[in-house]
């Protein structure tokens, strides 16, 4: 049963100065099945220059797990459980 690291960060910004990022840690189970799964085991965000570990609106979306539902043309969709649709560009 293979696993692999993964690692998403979202970076925007609050209002229209302030920098914000959020990054999620976690591992991909079952890469070569059909539906390849991501399970989140840390979270941090940046407001600023002040790092906060776990917040908890990152921990929410990271308690459930994200099945990679399509990885073309640089892009890669993730559903979350029953919630929705994420689609993150795979390159900086």
């Known amino acids: 049963n293979k696993q692999y690291r993964i690692s998403i960060t979202d970076k925007f910004k609050l209002g229209l100065l302030l920098p914000l990022s959020c990054s999620w840690h976690g591992t991909i189970c079952n890469p070569r099945d059909s539906k390849p799964r991501i399970t989140w085991s ?3 965000a940046t407001i600023g220059r002040k790092k906060k570990d776990r917040p908890a609106g990152a ?9 990679i ?3 073309d043309d640089g892009m890669v969709s ?3 459980g029953d919630v929705g649709y994420l689609v993150f560009d795979k390159c900086q």
């Open 42 to 44: 840390r979270t941090e």
């Open 59 to 67: 921990e929410k979306l990271a308690s459930i797990p994200w099945d």
């Open 69 to 71: 539902v399509k990885c």
């Open 78 to 80: 993730f559903q979350r």
